[in-house]
């Protein structure tokens, strides 16, 4: 406001006085204004955060920090497992149902109910393993497995194991069989280690 009017009451010129509050009063609505654009930004950059937080969190660390509860898979081949996250690899997971344990590749997931946003686990606990390292390993020890591909099971033994596939010799149809790991709902032991 201008000083232009004076403001004199009895003889006393209050034009100083009322200039000075008319200054408090705007330094107290400028701060006012600059707190709430404070806020406002502060809370964009919260939410911009816990975007950029969330965008780092891999599906593994979501599984790691899903160790112990109970979920329910659909997997590749509309398969559908209740049970219990166990351990977890680089590229792959066992999950335990009716007492069994079940190899996945971690790319047969489809969808998760029951895990939880807080399900984070962002501590490297994962064994380095890749899939095809443990593959290769059950294939040298001979161990008997079950293949499950959609609607399709094959039992037999990890032959040789490539980038993205592997072949097994089925046991019923007494043939080799390349599998491409992709299409791979679940692994389940059949014979002992």
Request: net charge negative; glycine share 8%; with cysteine.
């Amino acid at each position: 406001m201008s000083n232009d009017i004076k403001y004199e009451f009895c003889g006393v010129d209050f034009s100083v006085k009322i200039a000075a509050v008319e200054l408090e009063m705007l330094i107290a609505e400028l701060e006012s204004r600059y707190r709430s654009a404070r806020r406002a930004e502060d809370e964009g950059l919260r939410g911009e955060l816990a975007q950029a937080h969330l965008a780092q969190i891999s599906l593994l660390d979501r599984l790691r920090g899903a160790y112990g509860k109970s979920l329910v898979l659909n997997l590749a081949g509309d398969a559908v497992v209740n049970g219990t996250m166990s351990l977890v690899g680089d590229d792959w997971f066992v999950f335990l149902s009716e007492g069994k344990s079940f190899l996945i590749p971690l790319g047969a997931i489809k969808g998760i109910l029951g895990l939880a946003r807080e399900d984070v686990d962002l501590v490297p606990r994962a064994t380095p393993l890749r899939l095809n390292h443990l593959l290769r390993e059950l294939s040298e020890r001979e161990v008997r497995m079950r293949f499950r591909l959609g609607d399709t099971t094959w039992n037999g033994r990890v032959l040789s194991v490539g980038k993205d596939w592997f072949e097994i010799l089925e046991e019923s149809l007494k043939k080799k069989i390349l599998i491409n790991r992709e299409a791979v709902s679940f692994m389940s032991l059949v014979g002992a280690i």
